[in-house]
């Protein structure tokens, strides 16, 4: 059976990982072997993620990424900072897990064939990476100039949507947000005159890009063939 196969590659893999990463410590690393212990993490997170790749023969199993890469992450996380005992890592690398959990559900979007994941994908990502600029850079009043991002990364995630379903209600939307987002970076924009930090570029940059992004939408738009007229019965 196809589920066997797939238990039989993924405790397989499991074994072969643990062989390795313990062959390398004990000839390497001289590393007491309690360290190790987030590998049992990592494994439960291979198990899930692994059986995600199946999903292109069998759409459900594609459903696996959402939970599996951020246990992944966190797997990940807990090895390298219990190697180095330096659990702080903690404080730079926790938004990595919202970036885990965005490209579970881009992962799952593309192996499920479902476009309307990229919605969450998209905008859980678009998150995460704001996270992460705040935490590495201290500027956690970015949220106050760059909040427009959530209508944009959400407009994004329709227009991908729009694309494969090829709906036109989906693609106003789209574009709806896209405005919203406009007008939102317009006024920060001016805002982000008074801040002396690198902020005072953000605005203006995400405000380029979403013209840029509605700029382009105009131009597909004027591509796009028109349905046929149905033509009505001849009275005789």
Not at 1 to 20: A, E, Q
Not at 23 to 51: C, D, H, K, Q, S
Not at 68 to 84: D, E, H, N, Q
Request: aromatic letters at 12%; a positive charge; glycine letters at 12%.
């Amino acid at each position: 059976m196809k589920s066997d196969r797939v238990l039989s590659l993924v405790f397989g893999l499991g074994l072969v990982f643990v062989g390795m990463l313990s062959l390398a410590g004990n000839l390497f690393l001289r590393l007491e072997a309690w360290r190790l212990w987030p590998i049992m993490v990592v494994l439960l997170g291979l198990g899930l993620t692994i059986p995600g790749f199946f999903g292109l023969a069998k759409r459900g199993f594609g459903s696996f990424f959402i939970p599996g890469i951020p246990v992944l992450t966190t797997g990940a996380i807990l090895l390298v900072a219990s190697l180095l005992q330096r659990w702080d890592v903690w404080a730079v690398a926790w938004p990595l897990e919202v970036l885990g959990v965005a490209l579970g559900f881009a992962l799952a979007a593309i192996f499920m064939r479902v476009p309307a994941l990229a919605i969450p994908a998209i905008l859980v990502g678009a998150n995460g990476l704001l996270l992460g600029f705040c935490n590495l850079t201290g500027l956690w009043q970015a949220w106050a100039l760059l909040w427009p991002i959530e209508p944009l990364s959400i407009g994004l995630g329709l227009l991908v949507l729009a694309f494969f379903n090829k709906s036109h209600g989906t693609r106003v939307a789209a574009v709806v947000l896209f405005i919203i987002a406009g007008a939102g970076f317009f006024i920060m924009s001016f805002i982000s005159v008074f801040n002396y930090s690198i902020l005072r570029f953000g605005a203006p940059l995400m405000l380029i890009m979403t013209g840029v992004i509605l700029a382009a939408l105009s131009f597909f738009k004027r591509g796009e063939q028109p349905a046929p007229a149905q033509q009505e019965p001849a009275v005789e």
